[in-house]
């Protein structure tokens, strides 16, 4: 087994890993880490949610920066406001004990951007954003990311399918140095290779782990037949089984979301509920309350789906399918991160069936049915 220090990751880096329980390096950051520490390199990364892309991008990143120069040297661009809030807490844990201070700072919309802009004026060296917000930073000259050396696109698939491909090309135009381009993501659509081919060099360097896996290989496919009147009973019995584990059920609509999460909670499980009508300070609260284990159990729309890491989630539960064939893909990966085992398990109509095998066959995995 390779360990981060065969990578050439030094000591103090390997404190703050450890105190994240991040021990063995996985598949992607052993691939990535050599490629890109003291390298000028464009890099493609092609990874499964879920197998520890932040360090293998946050890592290099961080060995880029020079501390003593208060410009921003590094950018970091996510999907989502929850991405971006864990993508700086991970970097500023890695940077615990080395002797330089290296100064992150996280942009998104749903906060005020006055209070954004007052804290870009400090000493900024990485910063993380969404397209929106960024965009409009820039626009606003509160940020100047043309000497940022290194830029980051962090599940580079979910930001086009959200509609980002207009901003993300302003800010890729953004630049006055030579910089490095290393984008990562889940799959390689069609617009993603417009972006290679606009933005990167022609000598990217690409990296693919489990090449023959759309989804992490630790997961087991699970699948109950329920009839629609049947599912909040057979979710109540399947919960009452699994008393000592933590997981996330995901719901298609915001409105069954906060009613299943009520039902469970007359029922007397802990449980949240997070879905995108929320105001942006109720989700930080949501989302603190499930990591620090204040409830057991968290009801959620897609906007959970992907990037977010919690740690020690045993299973994932489908309300329903997803309409999204990916997002099948995003909602799995919450569980057997850094290597664990997890379930995903799917509630099935009589009548899904047919578009249960259709997933099987796209994926490359097998359900196998369960009772409660």
Not at 163 to 170: M, S
Not at 203 to 228: G, M, P
């Amino acid at each position: 087994m390779t360990t981060f220090a065969e990578l050439g990751i030094s000591d103090a880096y390997i404190k703050g890993l450890k105190e994240l329980n991040i021990v063995e390096p996985t598949k992607i950051q052993e691939a990535v880490i050599p490629k890109l520490l003291g390298t000028q390199t464009d890099l493609i990364g092609l990874a499964q949610t879920g197998t520890g892309k932040t360090a293998a991008f946050g890592l290099p990143m961080l060995y880029t920066i020079d501390a003593t120069k208060p410009e921003v040297q590094g950018l970091i661009i996510a999907p989502t406001r929850e991405l971006v809030q864990q993508i700086k807490k991970q970097l500023f844990k890695f940077t615990k004990y080395i002797d330089e201070k290296i100064f992150v700072e996280g942009v998104y919309g749903g906060e005020k951007i006055e209070r954004q802009i007052k804290n870009l004026r400090r000493p900024t060296h990485i910063v993380v954003a969404t397209p929106g917000r960024l965009l409009d930073l820039i626009e606003r000259r509160a940020v100047d990311i043309r000497k940022a050396k290194t830029l980051i696109l962090d599940e580079a698939d979910e930001m086009l399918s959200m509609g980002f491909k207009e901003e993300l090309n302003k800010i890729l135009k953004n630049k006055t140095v030579e910089r490095n381009t290393w984008l990562f993501s889940a799959t390689m659509r069609t617009e993603i290779k417009q972006i290679v081919k606009n933005y990167m060099s022609p000598d990217v360097i690409r990296i693919q782990v489990n090449k023959d896996s759309l989804i992490n290989e630790n997961i087991s496919h699970h699948f109950i037949n329920a009839k629609i009147k049947e599912k909040v009973y057979v979710i109540t019995r399947l919960l009452k089984k699994r008393k000592k584990e933590r997981g996330v059920i995901f719901c298609r609509t915001k409105a069954g979301t906060q009613a299943l999460a009520k039902q469970l909670q007359e029922a007397g499980f802990t449980v949240g509920a997070l879905e995108g009508d929320m105001k942006q300070k109720e989700r930080d609260k949501v989302m603190r309350g499930f990591k620090k284990e204040r409830f057991q159990y968290l009801v959620s729309t897609d906007v959970f789906a992907r990037g977010i890491d919690v740690h020690d989630l045993s299973f994932v539960l489908h309300h329903q399918l997803p309409d999204q064939l990916e997002y099948y893909t995003h909602r799995s990966g919450r569980t057997a991160r850094g290597g664990k085992k997890g379930e995903s398990i799917v509630l099935i109509l009589p009548s899904e069936m047919e578009k249960l095998v259709t997933v099987q066959k796209k994926l490359g995995i097998v359900f196998r049915q369960m009772t409660v």
